[in-house]
């Protein structure tokens, strides 16, 4: 492969990467607002008398979900994030647990994709 | 209603505002600032305790306020908000000065609690500057 086959190449892939960086910070910044919405929703539902609301558990049950689903999407986003920068440098010191978390995740994230 | 002064910066205003009104329900008074210009501005005018300070702004970062912060308003204290799920930013956070970090999104009760421990740096901060002077 020539030269400037692989600078191409390259240059494609940091393209792809900055991109890629970049909006899993911006659903990381939507998650955060979802989260703290819901919080602010359950904080006035916990201001709420026993009996004096009778819908309150059918409220807190989704809202218990809303913020489950949220450490998940922020967990995915999070890893797709460290796997966009990983061609910032083509030598690093990295963190070994956060390595094999990444080892593990993406060929069992990619085996339950259902596309 | 607590007498802390805090100060929340953040680009998103949605998060502020909505954070702001959490913290007040927990008798916690808080301006909000959405761009680190404004946050100077409101630190200059109100002297709060405590910035509760986002690192990834357009403009002005975290960090560079940061930096202002330490060199200008050396007792208030710095509680940073990082993004990424990396400990990197957070770090180079403290090695700046700042208190302490969090990383998004944030549990409001550990927020409390390290906004408690700034406030009592802050406090003895003040009392350790009029003792020289």
Redesign the interface.
Known sequence: MGMEKIDLEAKEVAFFSKITAGIT?EI??V???V???S??ME??LS?CQAGSFPYLDKISSPLCTIRGQ??RG??LG??L??FAHSPDKTVASRNLNELVEQLYFFPSTLQNLRV | MKSWKILLVDD?E??VS??A??LQ?REIRADTATDGEEALSLIEAKRPHVVVLDV?MPGLSGLDVLRRIRTQYPQVQVILLT????TREGIEGMRLGAFDYLM??ID?EELIEKIRNAVESSHQETSSWGWRR
Request: hydrophobic share 35%; no cysteine.
């Open positions: 910070h990381k910044n998650l955060v607002i989260k703290e919405s919080g602010s904080d006035f201001l949220v450490l922020v967990e999070g890893l994030n460290q | 998103e949605e998060f909505t954070l009104e959490r329900l990834m993004g990424h799920g990396s998004k999104p409001i």
